[in-house]
């Protein structure tokens, strides 16, 4: 069975600078994709950003990037010039790409706090 | 247009009751899917509906739980007898493209 594991319960960063957020899955699947969204405390899930494995090309998204690792099975999220709304939980998550259902697998996620 | 909606936002019930939990997709999109989100953890897959149909309902815990799309847009998922172990934020998603799912903005449920 496919798992996710993010080992950061919480992270924390200036506002302005960088963070890097960790993400580890476990699959035997060469096909799949793999997600970052945010939740703020409305509860909200929101996609942030989305990297599918057979891109070699790291996924971006203005101030959010991925680093994805496919052989060690890593897929960090950095965001860099930090804002006060990014102040949310993290959550990576996996999805394969066929499948009967396309159903997301979630890690336990990453609060992260931005300091004025 | 509108994103997912899911009403109530709050629902507090007493153990043994019977709930409902609605959830209206984006327009259009034909698949959509219920998570639970149980406190401090990431939210884990009940059921996923391609249409009317549930194409795979293998993340329902037990048969209490039960959910229906009878016309293909709003879902509603069922709870029978509930229990304190229930208590969890209850999140929908709908998805046109079977990539990315959008979400809702949850049901807090809380079996007293």
């Known amino acids: 069975a496919q798992t996710v594991t993010q080992s950061q319960p919480e992270m924390s960063v200036q506002e302005a600078e960088t963070v890097t957020l960790s993400c580890t899955y476990d699959?035997?699947?060469?096909?799949?994709?793999l997600f970052w969204y945010k939740q703020p405390p409305s509860r909200q899930m929101i996609l942030v950003i989305r990297?599918?494995?057979?891109?070699?090309q790291n996924a971006t998204e203005n101030r959010f990037s991925v680093n994805f690792q496919k052989a060690a099975k890593s897929f960090s999220l950095k965001i860099s010039d930090s804002q006060l709304g990014d102040a949310a939980m993290y959550f990576c998550?996996?999805?394969?790409?066929?499948?009967?259902?396309?159903?997301?697998?979630f890690g336990s996620g990453t609060r992260l706090l931005v300091r004025p | 247009g509108a994103g997912v909606s899911q009403t109530p936002s709050n629902k507090v019930t007493e153990k043994g009751k019977y709930v409902e939990l609605r959830c209206d997709p984006i327009?259009?999109?034909?698949?959509l899917y219920w998570y639970r989100q149980s406190l401090g953890q990431g939210p884990e897959f009940l059921i996923y509906?391609?249409?009317?149909?549930?194409?795979?309902d293998s993340g329902l815990p037990n048969d209490r739980f039960f959910a229906v799309r009878p016309e293909g847009s709003v879902s509603t998922l069922k709870i029978q007898r509930t229990e304190r172990g229930d208590s969890a934020v209850y999140l929908c998603?709908?998805?046109?493209?079977?990539?990315?799912?959008?979400f809702g903005p949850g049901t807090r449920l809380t079996v007293l």
């Open positions: 998603a709908s998805s046109s493209d079977r990539s990315t799912q959008y």
């Open positions: 699959t035997s699947e060469s096909d799949y994709y």
């Open positions: 990297q599918e494995a057979y891109k070699q």
């Open positions: 998550a996996y999805r394969r790409r066929m499948d009967s259902s396309y159903k997301l697998i």
């Open positions: 327009s259009g999109h034909t698949a």
């Open positions: 509906f391609q249409g009317t149909g549930a194409a795979d």
